[in-house]
């Protein structure tokens, strides 16, 4: 799972999902039933998540935005198409329940988790796709975030939000096209799109909670994934290979300097509003120090 | 990289490194104390020890302790849980000490049994780990079958052991002896392939020179 110019190759005479799962065997020792199996798992609790975030009785925890998925998703449609338009909030709605300890799915990390989620469920309710495909759509996604973990890294703390956030938008994007019926080397060219268009992005999270500027990035990075599939989809091409945009992804995020790369130290973390915040928080944190004695 | 570790954990938010990890930190904790539980005392370490609030890591340990599992939501809500179990609990911050990781933290517990303190570290993914048991430098990994084997440091002890384990079929994938003096106490880390027999823990516990014997199943 080191390249996805090999994935592509092989899949001329099956399909990208299906050199996915046979590289993944190889690599792991586990049946392709097994595979799809876990992943199905994997697909039932995104939707449980997002069911329960969606319900009455979710209770916000977060501590900087409360509401904000819910309440775009009961706005009138402006720009978006209504598959976007849904996508993109339920990537916030998960993205909060996912600061509220709710339980979510990793994919590829819990800052990004909204992102992939949100637009295949949109997706699945909008165009009326079988479970059966979505799971599909998840393990084309994984074979993707493999590749980039291996050729780069999937860590905000070691390559920046483009690593989550970024690598999100390109997972997803690669579901679209194989949903799509899109051909291998168009999944290809929608995650080298997807990739470029967020390279260099920064991990600046706000008093070090996933939640400024996290939520909205979810957001961002589903409508990306729907940008960079249509893309691709109509036959536009990336003049540069994915595997070399994944390779340059990976060197701008080593470059990157630690400030803005988890620590909370730069980029928004560090605008005066993003400071204050912080301290409120510090001194939350002390306060919960003094009082937590229970003897 | 394979395709699973891209998707998962299932988890409970907000971060796997201070949520994820630190449950099952929890969790291990709880597998090594014996008896009744009946105060704790947690310290956070390093960067831990700004941004457990934030991240919740302090509900996450607390509920790991209490055995909730890393996708439970009852963590949520573990304080309440660990104060009608009538847990007497404390929570500080030491930011003097240099610990083995940025996210890392100490329990200090006692049970009705036993005293014992360990230092947990959470390296990232949801991956937990103890680095010091019973005064001992250790590497108890999660996600592992383990065998913890507290002994008077003896000739031929080891391999006595490992016939033991040999015996009920089961294959040592790794093995860590340390001691802190010659002849002094020893402790020592097995990792099993597979899943740990609660008669093979009994038959090690009865060679002569053993001590303490704890399992740490694959969490
Ligand atoms: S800003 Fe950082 S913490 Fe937030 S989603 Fe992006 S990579 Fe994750």
Redesign the interface.
């Known amino acids: 799972m080191n390249s996805i110019e090999e994935i592509v190759k092989e899949a001329e005479s099956s399909s990208f999902f299906d050199v996915v799962l046979k590289k993944n065997s190889e690599l792991t020792g586990k049946t392709p039933d097994d595979t799809v199996e876990f992943f199905k798992k994997i697909w039932f609790t995104m939707k449980d998540s997002l069911r329960r975030a969606l319900s009455p009785e979710f209770k916000s925890s977060a501590i900087l935005v409360k509401g904000d998925g819910k309440r775009f998703l009961g706005s009138e449609g402006l720009f978006l198409s209504p598959v976007v338009k849904k996508a993109v909030g339920y990537a916030m709605v998960i993205g909060e329940a996912n600061a509220s300890m709710c339980r979510i799915v990793a994919f590829p990390t819990a800052g990004a988790s909204g992102t992939v989620p949100g637009v295949l469920i949109a997706y699945q309710e909008e165009f009326g796709e079988r479970d059966e495909r979505m799971i599909e759509g998840l393990v084309v996604a994984s074979g993707v975030g493999a590749v980039i973990g291996n050729r780069a890294t999937l860590s905000g703390a070691e390559g920046g939000c483009q690593a989550e956030c970024g690598a999100a938008a390109a997972m997803a994007a690669a579901a679209l096209v194989h949903l799509n019926n899109g051909s291998p080397s168009m999944i290809q060219h929608a995650v080298a799109i997807a990739l470029k268009n967020i390279m260099g992005l920064v991990c600046d999270p706000v008093a070090g909670l996933v939640e400024v500027p996290c939520i909205k990035r979810n957001a961002m990075a589903a409508s990306l994934a729907f940008l960079s599939s249509e893309l691709a989809l109509s036959g536009i091409k990336s003049v540069i290979p994915a595997d070399e945009v994944i390779d340059a992804m990976g060197n701008v995020g080593r470059k990157l300097p630690e400030e803005l790369r988890e620590t909370a130290l730069g980029g928004v973390a560090a605008t005066p509003t993003g400071r204050r915040i912080a301290k409120k928080l510090t001194r939350m944190r002390n306060k919960f120090l003094k009082n937590s004695k229970s003897d | ?16 490194s201070h ?2 990890g630190i449950i099952r930190i929890g969790n291990i904790f709880r597998k090594l104390i014996k008896g009744n539980l009946r ?1 704790v005392d947690i310290t956070f370490y390093g960067s831990l020890a ?7 890591s ?2 996450a340990i607390m509920g790991g302790i209490l055995g909730f599992k890393e ?3 009852r ?2 809500n573990s304080f309440k849980y660990a ?1 009608d179990k009538g ?7 030491d930011r003097e000490f240099n610990p083995p990781h940025p996210v890392s933290l100490k329990i200090e517990g006692e049970s009705d049994l036993e005293r014992l303190e360990v230092l947990g570290v959470s390296p ?1 993914g ?1 991956v937990a780990e103890i680095r010091k048991l019973w005064g001992f430098p250790v590497v108890i990994r999660s996600g592992t079958n383990t065998v913890l084997v507290l002994h008077r440091d003896t000739p031929g002890l080891l391999s006595k052991i490992a016939g033991r384990v040999f015996a009920f079929g089961i294959n040592i994938g790794t093995a860590h002896l340390t001691r802190l003096k010659r002849g002094g106490d020893a402790i020592l880390v097995l990792e099993l392939d597979d899943p740990i027999d609660e008669r093979l823990v009994r038959v090690i516990e009865r060679i002569e020179g053993v001590t303490r014997v704890r399992t740490v199943e694959s969490v």
Do not use: C, Q, W, Y
């Open positions: 990289m394979n395709i699973f570790d891209v998707a998962g954990p299932i988890t409970l938010g907000p971060s796997s949520t994820a105060r700004e941004t457990f609030f934030g991240h919740r302090h509900l996708s439970d939501e963590v949520k104060k847990l007497i609990f404390n929570f500080d911050v990232g949801g």
